[in-house]
């Protein structure tokens, strides 16, 4: 089993319409945990991070978190075409463990 | 302007012909590492530094090392590059690592490394 885990995708979603991401992790003593987006080629940047369970919104982006069930998520809101991107969950122990990544593509 | 710059941004090298890909970084952070990427694999770490004279291993170290005598700076060198070191590197840094809001990662531009 993968330390991260998310579904490479590619995920597909009209224009306008809210977007959701999934990332699961197997150590429950994770203290941090990151999204980031990744145009192709680029390098990553920070979106959203999240400490403590519950809902943290900046924008059209709210991130998600439930340490019970070792999951987090980001949600993105009136999802545009430059939302276009790959979305990578990162998680903080001590180091950084990454996902692979999940591919999200907004139709116009 | 805080910042992490890596160098060169392209480079297409031989096979066996050393380089070195510098990275430095402005804001005094302690942590700092080596990523590749390769498609469908993620980002997988090469090597990652503490302090200064502190690094270690992380999950793809073979056919690489690193140096940190001082604090900004963490080349990553390729002393026989071969055909399957070709990907795109990216350095990063943190504040630190104790969890918490000063652990996020700030990235290089990358490296795209070619081994022919």
């Known amino acids: 089993q993968k330390e991260v885990e998310q579904n490479s995708g590619p995920l597909s979603v009209p224009e306008g319409a809210i977007a959701s991401l999934n990332c699961t992790y197997s150590?429950?003593?994770?203290?941090?945990f990151f999204w980031y987006r990744q145009y192709s080629g680029k390098s990553p940047e920070l979106i959203m991070s999240i400490y403590s369970n519950g809902d943290k919104e900046d924008g059209r982006f709210t991130a998600q978190l439930n340490k019970a069930s070792q999951y987090v998520s980001l949600l993105i809101r009136d999802s545009q075409p430059s939302d276009s991107a790959t979305y990578l969950c990162a998680v903080r122990k001590y180091q950084l463990i990454w996902g692979a990544g999940t591919k999200l593509i907004i139709k116009p | 302007e805080a910042q992490v710059t890596q160098n060169p941004r392209y480079l297409i090298t031989v096979t066996g012909k050393k380089l070195t890909v510098t990275c430095s970084q402005n804001m005094n952070h302690e942590y700092m590492s080596w990523y590749r990427q390769d498609p469908g694999l993620g980002l997988r770490q090469i090597y990652y530094?503490?302090?200064?004279?502190?690094?270690d291993k992380g999950d793809v170290p073979e056919g690489y090392k690193v140096s940190r005598k001082e604090k900004r700076n963490f080349p990553l060198i390729l002393e026989s590059p071969s055909p399957n070191q070709t990907s795109l590197y990216f350095c990063?840094?943190?504040?630190?690592?104790?969890?918490?809001?000063?652990?996020?990662?700030?990235f290089g531009q990358g490296t795209r490394l070619t081994v022919v």
């Open positions: 530094s503490m302090n200064v004279e502190v690094t």
């Open positions: 990063a840094s943190s504040p630190s690592t104790t969890g918490g809001a000063d652990t996020e990662a700030f």
């Open positions: 150590d429950r003593v994770s203290q941090s």
